[in-house]
């Protein structure tokens, strides 16, 4: 089923919010997996579940099913306003042409996926009020990304679980031994998982707020910088998707940093590791006195010896490591 289907929308918290009435969200018992702890957290910071009467039942009974407000990952059906589930024919799936994790091609939802696209604006909304409706959707695609679509390749079959831990296999660890069969304890495990997953989701969107707010500073320091070819930032922050967002013809970076100057390289690609300007190759590996006597520049300090990173010990000695870099 496509993706058109699922609407982005602010309007689905509407008829959930009477904080007098309990709400009630049900999910399927047994063991649990990060595709519903995760679409539980989504809700419960959604809908200020910490402020207001709310029950948990994790059950596949249909009479409990069809009085809920709220159902995910069980029941059979989707509608995108109250039943969340994706194990049915033609449940929702989308196309994945960008590759976060080296995930591509058709990947189906899971109730991670749904919640996320019907809920994930609010989440955004209640964790920084302040954003923008441009910068909302940037934040909540980039979670899209990072958390949400491996978390559905995974629950889905269409990815797998690296060895060792990950955050699919850590929250996998909090489901009781096979042989404690124990409902109570189940949902208490449940609820235990959900805080990992809310503190990963929260930190994870905190990256991403600070990323925006680089945007506009780079932007600045763009217009204030002589030579365009070098961007002078006042302090170390994420550049590299401005650059890449305006196309400037950036080469490399300055920035202080611990009482000394660095000056970075900038990839050919966002996410590549190939440079459009390296340094030169005899200053690589090369460190103090040694390394001021290659480039005749007092105060260069270091050259990485993959040429990707130099230090010098004033900004002046950057800027001229930077401009004799580059030809200037």
């Known amino acids: 089923m496509p993706d058109a289907m699922i ?9 959930l919010m009477d ?3 309990e709400l009630l969200i049900v999910t399927h018992n047994g063991r649990f997996h990060i595709d519903d702890v995760f679409a539980f957290t989504t809700l419960a910071i959604a809908l200020d579940l910490d402020n207001r009467p709310f029950k948990v039942e994790r059950t596949r ?20 306003k109250r039943r969340f589930d994706h194990h049915q024919i033609g449940a929702p799936e989308r196309d994945i042409k960008q590759t976060p994790k080296g995930i591509e091609g058709t990947i189906p939802y899971s109730s991670a996926g749904l919640i996320w696209r019907a809920f994930g604006l609010d989440v955004i909304q209640k964790l920084a009020p302040d954003l923008d409706d441009k910068s909302r959707k940037i934040a909540h695609n980039v979670i899209e990304k990072a958390l949400v ?22 929250i996998n660890v909090f489901n009781p031994p096979w042989d404690t069969d124990d409902s109570s304890t189940q949902l208490e495990r449940f609820f235990e998982a ?22 506009g500073c780079t932007e600045e320091a763009y217009k204030e910088s002589p030579d365009k070819r070098i961007l002078m930032l006042p302090r170390w922050m994420p550049h590299i998707y401005p650059i890449f967002a305006n196309a400037w013809g950036t080469q490399l970076v300055i920035y202080p940093a611990e009482n000394e100057w660095r000056i970075g390289t900038v990839p050919i690609r966002m996410h590549g590791n190939d440079r459009r300007k390296l340094f030169p190759a005899s200053w690589g590996g090369l ?29 002046e000695a950057a800027i001229a490591m930077a401009e004799k870099t580059l030809g200037g």
């Open 287 to 315: 460190e103090g006195e040694a390394l001021t006597a290659e480039t005749g520049i007092p105060g260069s300090k270091f050259v990485h010896k993959g040429l990707f990173i130099a230090v010098a010990e004033t900004k």
């Open 149 to 170: 679509i491996p978390i559905d390749a995974i629950d889905n079959g269409k990815m797998h679980p690296e060895n060792g831990l990950n955050f699919s296999s850590i």
């Open 61 to 80: 009974d249909t009479d409990i099913i069809e009085k809920a407000d709220i159902v995910f990952d069980v029941g059979g059906i989707f509608d995108g």
């Open 7 to 15: 609407t982005l929308s602010d309007s689905l918290t509407e008829g």
């Open 194 to 215: 959900s805080k990992i997953v809310r503190t990963v989701l929260i930190y994870q969107l905190n990256i991403e707020f600070a990323r925006l707010r680089a945007i």
């Open 19 to 21: 904080r007098n009435k």
